[in-house]
């Protein structure tokens, strides 16, 4: 797009901006002189105060905004005041956006007479892909008119330009320009990534990069000259507004104060580099720009005093304000989910057996036609194959392309998209098509995901659900059989479920998606069809539609004899998934001495029930088909021993996979590596000993 600049900026808006760029110079200078106090790590904005205070005199309260951690000059100028920015910058109780559990800057808001502001972290460029899934869902949202707005809304994504090129910033760059989407990303190009000039870091700044992208349109602005900007990010605004399509701006700016507080100018930038930034003061710019104007100098000189006093009575209260309570730690890690008890009928009178992916696709289907607001999305999934198991057959086809459909490989996308589209009260269920491929979108479910209702306080639970695939039977070799569960335990803020029979999976689901929190559903694929010898058992009737089994309610599949239990001959087996199929074949060899719990889901984690049975029988083996050591499995048995010590008759044990680096594709290679029942037996046999 060609910016021509035709349009007069009021005298209004320059003295407006110059206000704020005088309260933002007038906070840095205050911090910087109370570094004993503002002990927590802060960046400013001082050298991009203009094109962010531009950008935000655009938005609206329909509009959607993710400023980075720089970016407090557009906190100012959507209507925070500097008490609400500092009560986050000495992590108080009373801070806004995290309730002091984020850094300075680093917003999220719901506020209804202001743009709103998804969570936002400190992983540079991570925020475009949950900040394009907020376009994304807006689109969604529009066009099948779920709800209407005064006006279109738009969504600003705020960046560096060194962190355009991490390959998440492609990915959303991608998608956005693939599907029209109506974000305007504003990349502030400063010329340093911390330490590392444009000259290390890059071929070329933001707007050559995106050139390739087709259907993304860009412009160039002078990001440090006011009037420049405001004339810039009005047409842009304007433009997506109205034609609701992707643009970037690249805004060329400069870098008046530290890095952050911590990673100081002085360590790293020389006397003339700092000289030729502070030049092109934006806030010295505007005043000379307001003085040739035939402003009154002494306005300004009173603009700027007023701004200091105004900063100083806002710290002196932000310093009194009281600190987070410590019981308060806990809080919005998860939030309330309403499904607590098992309801609904589980076995339908006449009803048939169903396999495990059948149970999947009903329950989805069931779902979307029952919620407007559920959409399906990822590799393969459309209506061509539903699947590479078939596991979303018929649902393209039904619902059509606007509400499941195919991406292309990005499992950054696919996963971090739901945070947006969470955020704007979207319900997505996203699938990653191997377990083994759920290491590209990691970033986003540890960075983005688990974390935003955490360090959102409460503002940003992400609502999703996200489908994985997982497990090795058959020959599926090292990227195709992995089990993952254990990485995925470790990630605090999400929940898990690994079912193992079609009831529970459909159960489960529904829960899933009733539930405001991010849930990974795995679903092991030797069981979807009962291919594998001894799973027949996962074929179940299939439950009714309103059918819901809550999550953390583990399961007795196989009762001991009380008799044995009582002589103190009995065994406790602890699984899930795949291994619910082992122990129940081991468990036929010892008439009445194993016990069998299916866990169902992993978080969280019916531990009250395994502790009660392991203080019953003394004896307990848990069982995974992942590798062992280092694993949930183990983590797990720690905790069994730590709670039931004085019960125990013998050290609990875990039994899982060989320690190799992946599943061998040999199915001889496979069979070894893998548990079995047969390798169950002999375990089982040893510990029956004591």
Not at 409 to 438: R, W
Request: hydrophobic content about 40%; glycine content about 8%.
């Amino acid at each position: 797009m060609e910016n021509t600049l035709h349009e007069k900026v009021s005298q209004d808006i320059l003295l407006k901006a110059y206000t704020h760029m005088m309260l933002a110079k007038a906070m840095a200078d205050i911090y910087e002189e109370n570094r004993n106090v503002c002990k927590y790590v802060h960046s400013t904005s001082r050298g991009h105060e203009a094109i962010q205070l531009a950008t935000a005199y655009q938005l609206k309260k329909e509009d959607w905004v993710s400023p980075y951690y720089r970016d407090e000059s557009i906190l100012l100028g959507i209507g925070f005041e500097p008490y609400q920015l500092m009560l986050q910058l000495l992590a108080k109780a009373e801070d806004p956006f995290s309730g002091g559990r984020s850094y300075y800057s680093h917003p999220s808001s719901r506020d209804e007479k202001m743009p709103k502001i998804i969570h936002q972290s400190s992983a540079t460029g991570m925020q475009t892909i949950p900040t394009t899934g907020v376009a994304q869902g807006i689109k969604y949202i529009q066009d099948f008119n779920l709800q209407n707005f005064e006006n279109n809304p738009v969504v600003v994504c705020s960046l560096g330009d060194n962190s355009v090129t991490e390959g998440e910033v492609s990915e959303a760059l991608q998608f956005a320009a693939l599907h029209q989407l109506p974000i305007i990303f504003l990349v502030q190009d400063n010329e340093w990534g911390i330490s590392v000039t444009k000259e290390e870091a890059r071929t070329c700044d933001a707007y050559d990069f995106v050139a390739g992208f087709t259907g993304l349109s860009r412009m160039r602005v002078d990001g440090t000259d006011f009037a420049e900007s405001f004339e810039v990010m009005k047409k842009a605004v304007d433009f997506v507004r109205t034609e609701r399509k992707p643009l970037v701006v690249c805004a060329k700016t400069v870098l008046i104060g530290h890095h952050t507080s911590g990673v100081r100018r002085e360590f790293y930038r020389d006397d003339e580099d700092l000289e030729k930034h502070r030049a092109k003061d934006p806030g010295e710019i505007l005043r000379k720009q307001l003085l040739e104007t035939g402003v009154d100098e002494e306005l300004l000189k009173q603009i700027t005093k007023k701004a200091r006093l105004e900063v100083e009575e806002a710290f002196d209260r932000a310093q009194k304000a009281e600190d987070p309570k410590p019981e308060t730690v806990m809080q919005h890690i998860f939030a309330p989910t309403p499904i607590t008890e098992e309801v609904g009928t589980r076995e339908p009178a006449g009803g048939e057996k169903i396999v495990m992916v059948d149970a999947a696709i009903h329950a989805i289907q069931e779902l979307m036609w029952k919620h407007p607001e559920a959409l399906l999305y990822g590799q393969d999934v459309g209506e061509r194959i539903g699947g590479v198991f078939r596991e979303t057959v018929t649902l393209g086809k039904k619902f059509g392309s606007k509400r499941v459909f195919n991406t292309a490989i990005q499992e950054a996308y696919i996963i971090g998209s739901t945070a947006g589209m969470s955020a704007v009260g979207l319900k997505p269920i996203v699938e990653v098509q191997f377990a083994d491929y759920i290491y590209p979108g990691i970033n986003q479910l540890i960075t983005e995901i688990s974390k935003s209702n955490y360090l959102s306080n409460g503002k940003f639970p992400v609502s999703n659900i996200i489908r994985v695939p997982i497990g090795a039977y058959g020959g599926g070799g090292p990227y195709h059989s992995g089990s993952v569960e254990s990485i995925l335990a470790n990630i605090k803020g999400i929940k898990i479920a690994y079912p193992s029979n079609a009831a529970d999976f459909k159960g489960l689901l529904k829960a899933a998606y009733y539930d405001p929190n991010p849930v990974i559903m795995l679903e092991h694929k030797g069981l979807y069809w009962s291919k594998v010898p001894g799973t027949e058992d996962a074929k179940t009737i299939e439950p009714a539609e309103d059918y819901v089994l809550p999550f953390g309610k583990g399961k007795v599949i196989i009762e001991a004899d009380k008799g044995e239990t009582s002589k103190g001959r009995t065994l406790l087996v602890v699984t899930y998934g795949m291994g619910v199929y082992w122990a129940k074949e081991a468990a036929k060899n010892f008439n009445g001495r194993i016990e069998v719990i299916d866990l169902r889901t992993l978080i969280p984690l019916d531990e009250e029930l395994v502790f009660e049975r392991v203080k019953a029988h003394g004896k307990c083996i848990v069982l995974t088909e992942e590798q062992i050591n280092n694993s949930f499995a183990e983590a797990f048995a720690h905790r069994i021993s730590k709670n039931c010590f004085k019960y125990l008759d013998a050290p609990v044990e875990t039994m899982g996979s060989l320690n190799t680096p992946a599943v061998p594709i040999n199915l001889i290679l496979e069979k070894e590596m893998l548990p079995n029942a047969e390798k169950l037996t002999k375990k089982i046999e040893e510990m029956l000993q004591y």
